[in-house]
């Protein structure tokens, strides 16, 4: 059993300047994710093509993983298969192994956070450089990403300068964004030359072709795999998509719901191995088979992952990613989370106010506010909703559905708006009231201090 959203968000929001700056931050993200998609004209129609290939490739989902692997396998690629996370740190041990790895250089992959790899290998006595600057720096400074997109969002330039500082040896007190990127591009730089192995996440798999689709705006999936000889590729069963004509779609959609910018800086394609290397793709499901089969909410495997529901959901913004206390947060992890293990996370799916706006942002159209509110049902129903919101709700349920009780309610309401209000603000048990009240207003006019000041021929 987690803490709960509601306590770490507490945590979170205690430091005011940080939650509001946190907020602000994102909705920049979100603001030009908005320009972004007005720029092209069928915004609309790209996101309904996105869900139509989605909602089909579930339908077959098992066909068009086969015939990925066996295109895959033809152009020289070895394809695995794991069942859970134990399984996928395994197979990946194994393969790292079997090599003689000491260092690998991985970028991004929610997938390999999910399982745990990094400490599953470093037990092992394999190094792991998340190569990914955000990344990089969480793990230097030994915490999770806090988003999937910007994992390090919640951390100040300044507090980055220090840690550098701390692990990099760069000068005290550096805090420009440019200077901090030099230092971290020169340290990885080391890394890359030294890997023996680079590790990528999977954004696409393309059954037709059996190649595989890696997006970064840094080039480090590159860097990371063109140096050494081995490449290992880590995806969830449902990144397969079934046809290269399809790619266009999802690419257009998910630079511009991720960071507003019309396409990744690099999207690159992977047809095989190197010359002379080895190519190892490793397919995990778990769980997902099981999420699928839940006709309820497998819409939520459609997810590209583009952190835009996040960016636009007033409780992420200011709760922070840590609040959820899984890999992905946000309305899409709330929904991940709860149906991984539903008493363990049964406080997320409450974590929205229901609004909507995850819905109208997502670009694959997934019903999140919908499921989100499916999925509080479904804990009620199992009894894991804690005794107080179950009353709570079942009060709310009883006064909406009877037109004399809503009534009445709406009366006490109205009075209790009329009283409580002073009590509440001015009460001498009120710190918020006391903080914010306003100072006392002058005894004089303005136009009395204007006289009294500047004389009364001038006023
Ligand atoms: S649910 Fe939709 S908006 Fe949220 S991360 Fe996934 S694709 Fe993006």
């Known amino acids: 059993m987690t803490a709960g959203h ?7 929001t205690a430091d005011e300047p940080r939650a509001h700056w946190h907020d602000q931050a994102l909705w920049f993200v979100r603001e030009k994710r908005d320009r972004a998609a007005a720029l092209v004209p069928d915004w609309e129609a790209l996101r309904d093509a996105a869900a139509r290939i989605r909602a089909h490739t579930q339908g077959r989902l098992a066909d068009y993983l086969e015939e990925f ?21 395994a197979v990946v041990h194994g393969i790292l192994s079997a090599h003689g790895v000491r260092r690998l250089a991985k970028s991004k992959s929610m997938l390999t956070e999910e399982c745990g790899l990094n400490p599953y290998l470093e037990a092992r006595g394999i190094e792991v450089v998340d ?7 969480v793990q230097l400074a030994g915490e999770p990403p806090s988003h999937i997109i910007f994992p390090a969002i919640h951390h100040k330039r300044e507090e ?6 701390e692990k990099l040896g760069t000068p005290a007190g550096l805090a420009d964004p440019k200077a901090l990127t030099e ?43 063109h140096l050494p000889r081995l490449h290992v590729a880590c995806m969830g069963v449902e990144k397969v998509i079934p046809r290269l004509e399809h790619l266009g779609v999802f690419l257009r959609l998910l630079a511009r719901s991720a960071t507003g910018q019309p396409v990744t800086s690099y999207t690159s394609h992977f047809h095989g191995p190197i010359a002379g290397g080895e190519l190892h793709v490793v397919i995990v ?5 099981r999420i699928l089969a839940d006709a309820a909410f497998r819409r939520s495997l459609a997810c590209i992952r583009c952190g835009a529901c996040l960016n636009t959901c007033p409780v992420f913004r200011r709760s922070g990613g840590y609040s959820y206390e899984y890999v992905v947060p946000g309305p899409i992890g709330s929904l991940l989370a709860s149906a991984r293990d539903p008493r363990a996370h049964a406080s997320l799916p ?9 819905d109208d942002v997502c670009p694959v159209k997934i019903d999140l506010h919908d499921q989100l509110l499916a999925r509080r049902r479904d804990l009620a129903v199992r009894r894991i909703v804690p005794l107080g919101k179950r009353l709570a709700m079942r009060i709310a349920g009883l006064v909406l559905s009877h037109r004399a009780a809503y009534e009445a309610a709406g009366r006490i309401t109205r009075f209790l708006l009329r009283i409580l209000p002073r009590a509440l603000l001015y009460g001498p048990w009120n710190g918020w009231g006391r903080r914010r009240e306003l100072p006392e207003a002058p005894r004089e006019s303005f136009r009395d201090v204007w006289r009294r000041t500047r004389g009364a021929g001038r006023g």
Do not use: Y
């Open 350 to 358: 409450f974590a929205s106010t229901l609004c909507g706006s995850c």
């Open 131 to 137: 190569t990914d600057l955000g990344e990089r720096i």
């Open 183 to 225: 230092a971290a591009r020169g340290h990885l730089r080391e890394k890359f030359l030294s890997a023996d192995a680079g590790l990528t996440g999977v954004n696409f798999a393309v059954a037709e072709t059996g190649g595989i689709v890696v997006c970064t705006n840094e080039g480090n999936a590159d860097m990371g795999t």
């Open 160 to 165: 980055i300068g220090a840690l550098f500082h």
């Open 285 to 289: 499901d778990a769980g997902r088979s």
């Open 6 to 12: 509601p306590a770490n968000a507490a945590r979170f």
């Open 69 to 89: 692997e066996r295109n895959a396998v033809a152009r020289g690629a070895k394809v695995h298969w794991a069942r859970d996370a134990a399984e996928h740190n």
